[in-house]
């Protein structure tokens, strides 16, 4: 988007039956902002559409749940607001729904074809995801924050990719809307298709915050790596060539890893041997994940492979459940 089309754009106007809530301080950080995401989920059967977006609308009358159709705004403050419809209708709809249907199997589409499935018991590098963007995105797919907050448009978009054998389901939302943990909430949605919305768990309203707490009560000194933070001339050198290479290394390609099932079984069981060996008589076995094990092999390929000086510290970043 262009500098002089953003200043052309308004916001809408406030509608005065909207609840208007402040998003939680968790959520509305900048980087939240700038991200939004397209997540598809693929079926290797055809669904049926209409059943989906019924189940989803019912969702919705359930507890709180109906709150996840909130608009978002921009205020005078810069601060992101939820503006909270009393009622969805087809001017207000809840969530938007788009479709697109391919008379022909999912084996015979030149992008469908190389989309990674289930059952595929091998290791392999796919393609980059902005590869698969134009057939799994709907052209008004919403794609930045502004195509949210200068318009009326609901947190989720819904593109159905229909197939003679297959269905492809991406959902659009800003990262301030949830993420990777978050997303498994979407067992509700499965649950109210199913009929068993006893099932359904409680939606947090937006009006409470249960991380509001968060970094307030632990005293900065009992912070672990207190001693790497990185503050003053470090911190400038750090800036001085994270610039350099971004500038020099430009052609960066994303390419998701898909690591079959039973590698990481072995792995791990490799380890709780290894453990039970060195472990102290009667200590306690230590909780491995699959994600301790996936990222312990990573950072030890990319070690092997890049071989940094023994006295290189390296930092790993994972996604976790607070």
């Known amino acids: 988007m262009s500098l002089l089309s953003t200043f052309d754009q308004k916001r809408p106007a406030i509608v ?6 402040p998003l939680r301080y968790w959520d509305d950080l900048d980087y939240l902002r700038s991200i939004c995401h397209a997540f598809t989920f693929r079926f290797d059967d055809a ?99 502004a195509d949210w907050i200068y318009t009326d448009r609901p947190q989720l978009h819904i593109h159905d990719i229909l197939f003679q054998d297959a269905t492809l389901l991406t959902i659009n939302y800003l990262h301030t809307f949830a993420d990777a943990i978050s997303r498994t909430n979407f067992d509700a949605w499965i649950a109210v298709l199913r009929g068993q919305k006893e099932e359904v768990p409680a939606f947090v309203p937006y009006d409470h915050d249960p991380q509001c707490t968060l970094s307030k009560e632990a005293p900065r000194q009992s912070y672990s790596n207190l001693g790497r933070l990185l503050n003053g001339l470090s911190l400038v050198i750090f800036g001085l060539r994270y610039m350099f290479e971004i500038l020099w290394v430009q052609n960066l390609e994303e390419h998701p890893i898909r690591l079959p099932g039973r590698c990481v079984d072995r792995m791990r069981k490799t380890v709780l041997q290894e453990l039970s060996v060195t472990a102290p008589k009667g200590a306690k076995m230590p909780f491995m994940s699959e994600g301790d094990i996936v990222v312990a092999w990573w950072v030890r390929t990319m070690t092997k492979a890049l071989k940094p000086a023994p006295d290189r510290t390296i930092m790993v970043m994972n996604v976790f459940n607070v």
């Open 16 to 21: 005065p039956t909207d609840r208007i809530i």
């Open 47 to 145: 669904l049926d559409v209409t059943k989906l977006e019924t189940a989803l609308l019912r969702l919705m009358e359930i507890g709180d749940w109906g709150q996840i159709g909130a608009r978002l705004r921009l205020n005078n403050h810069g601060k992101l607001e939820y503006h909270i419809p009393a009622c969805y209708d087809e001017t207000r709809p809840a969530f938007i729904s788009t479709t697109t249907t391919y008379d022909t199997s999912i084996k015979d589409h030149p992008l469908g074809s190389q989309m990674p499935k289930a059952g595929q018991d091998q290791y392999f590098l796919s393609p980059s995801s902005d590869f698969f963007t134009s057939i799994v995105c709907h052209p008004d797919s919403p794609r930045e924050l």
